[in-house]
């Protein structure tokens, strides 16, 4: 059932009981009233009729009784009647003139009459005076009384719900503009506003909706932009780790290039320029001078191509694993700066995924050339630990810490560190250790080598 309509009941059905109320008071003031009008009538009636009829029964007998009672008539309230000891009926007052004709219901006679008193006077001659309460008339008037009100509280009624039903579709008018509007929202339509609604409370109903439509449109904007950068920032780093696969692969590539195919040219030059110096040196003593020196060259080549490759890619961690390419890296890097104490504990499974291995090396290294290289540390100290569910590599150095201005851009060794971690669902962390040094750390899941 609408709301209007469900208004317009309440309103008519508190409209018609107040007129119930009111009619059914009416009634019952008029009920009391036309009582005690009959009965205070009919005994003065009684009182007077008694005496005077007494006074002419004493003069003049029944005869001068009835003459005086003809010549009374009717008396409204009342009915007069003389009867004879056998019954007879002397003298009846004659029928009412007022509203000839005419009853009341036979159901408001019975709730308004009173119970008819009578009075019985006896007289001279043998005959009765009696005087009962005759009160059709009042309740005639009493009905007709009613049925006025009752016309005039229909008529009210009428144009009282008239003006209800009215009030209630002008103030109801708005909601239906709101409902569509709401509708529209739902539908996905958030640039809709509602217009200026009359009445002051569909006015404050509208700036509140329209409000309310402004900030979910505003919020819907924020989160597609939001939705729409994430979405660009995924792609983005699908292809950072798309580029980092490729810089891995290429480096890995050069790596090999170097190991294989630079490694054994530089090893050949040097057994050439060894074997001049050794067969030539006797005859020519300059040129198995410059062969040396080219030898030596080439020795110095060798060792610092052999250098850079593990800086390009660890080629035993596909052969060795990574806790051998760990102690490796320590070792190489123990031998080259001796007055700095490296120790290296590692805790590592059998087994363990390329991306996991190849991105705790990477913390490893990185650490590890950060502290021996600015840091000017006496001691480092590498961890690296794993369970079931994680694998931890932490390196910490007790050299001067990081410089205040160490997060402005350009650290693309740590960020890409970072990236690389944060790509396997891990946390990387660095900074200043209490009193004196820099820990580094990171923590993958072990899950990402799934």
Same mark, same amino acid.
Do not use: C
């Given at each position: 059932?609408? $709301?209007?309509?469900?208004?317009?009941?309440?309103?008519? =059905?508190?409209?018609? &009981? @107040? %007129?119930?109320?009111?009619? =059914? &008071?009416?009634? /019952?003031?008029t009920r009391t009233s036309v009582r005690e009008e009959t009965e205070a009538a009919n005994r003065v009636a009684s009182q007077l009729l008694g005496?005077? +009829?007494?006074?002419?029964?004493?003069?003049?007998?029944?005869?001068?009784?009835? !003459?005086?009672? /003809? !010549?009374?008539?009717?008396?409204?309230?009342?009915?007069?009647?003389?009867?004879s000891s056998a019954g007879e009926i002397l003298y009846r007052s004659p029928a009412a003139t007022y509203k000839a004709g005419r009853e009341a219901p036979d159901w408001f006679s019975h709730l308004l009459a009173p119970n008819p008193a009578k009075y019985v006077f006896a007289l001279r001659g043998d005959v009765m005076l009696v005087v009962q309460a005759q009160p059709s008339r009042a309740v005639l008037d009493a009905w007709d009384d009613i049925i006025r009100l009752s016309a005039i509280a229909a008529i009210m009624f009428v144009i009282a719900n008239g003006l209800a039903f009215w009030s209630v579709k002008r103030a109801l008018k708005p909601f239906p503009v709101i409902a569509d509007g709401l509708e529209r929202i739902q539908q996905g339509d958030l640039s809709f506003r509602l217009p200026p609604l009359a009445g002051t409370e569909a006015h404050a109903i509208g700036t509140? @909706?329209?409000?309310?439509? *402004?900030?979910?449109?505003?919020?819907?904007?924020? /989160?597609?932009? +939001?939705?729409?950068?994430? =979405?660009?920032? /995924? !792609?983005?780093?699908?292809? *950072?780790? $798309?580029a980092d696969q490729r810089v891995e692969e290429e480096r890995r590539l050069i790596a090999h290039e170097l190991h294989d195919e630079f490694g054994q040219s530089v090893t050949a030059i040097r057994s050439l320029a060894m074997a001049i110096a050794t067969q030539g040196?006797?005859?020519?003593?300059?040129?198995?001078?410059?062969?040396? %020196?080219?030898?030596?060259?080439?020795?110095? $080549?060798?060792?610092?191509?052999?250098? $850079?490759?593990?800086?390009?890619t660890p080629l035993s961690l596909d052969s060795l694993g990574l806790a051998a390419t760990l102690e490796n890296l320590v070792r190489d890097w123990q031998r080259r700066h001796p007055s700095i104490l490296l120790s290296l504990h590692q805790? %590592?499974?059998?087994?363990?995924?390329?991306?996991?291995a190849l991105a705790i090396y990477r913390v490893v290294q990185e650490g590890l050339i950060n502290a021996l290289r600015h840091a000017q540390a006496s001691q480092v100290d590498i961890v690296v630990q794993c369970d079931a569910e994680r694998i931890s590599a932490t390196v910490t150095d007790d #050299?001067? #810490?990081?410089?205040?201005?160490?997060?402005?851009? #350009?650290?693309?060794?740590?960020?890409?560190?970072?990236?690389?971690? !944060? *790509?396997?669902?891990?946390? @990387?962390?660095?900074?200043n250790r209490d009193g004196r040094g820099v820990r580094l750390r990171a923590d993958i899941p072990m899950?990402? *080598?799934t």
């Open positions: 059932m609408r $709301l209007r309509t469900r208004l317009n009941l309440v309103v008519a =059905a508190l409209s018609a &009981a @107040f %007129l119930i109320v009111l009619i =059914a &008071a009416e009634v /019952e003031s005496r005077l +009829a007494g006074v002419y029964s004493r003069v003049g007998g029944p005869d001068l009784v009835l !003459q005086f009672l /003809e !010549q009374l008539g009717r008396v409204r309230a009342n009915e007069v009647t003389l009867e509140a @909706f329209n409000r309310m439509a *402004q900030a979910v449109e505003d919020k819907v904007l924020a /989160e597609r932009k +939001a939705h729409d950068a994430e =979405a660009r920032l /995924e !792609q983005r780093r699908e292809m *950072q780790s $798309l040196g006797v005859r020519d003593p300059a040129t198995g001078e410059v062969a040396r %020196l080219i030898s030596e060259e080439a020795a110095r $080549l060798y060792d610092a191509m052999h250098g $850079l490759i593990p800086r390009l805790e %590592l499974p059998l087994e363990l995924g390329p991306s996991i #050299g001067v #810490g990081l410089a205040e201005d160490w997060t402005r851009p #350009g650290h693309f060794g740590l960020r890409g560190l970072a990236e690389r971690v !944060q *790509q396997l669902g891990g946390t @990387f962390d660095i900074g899950s990402a *080598q």
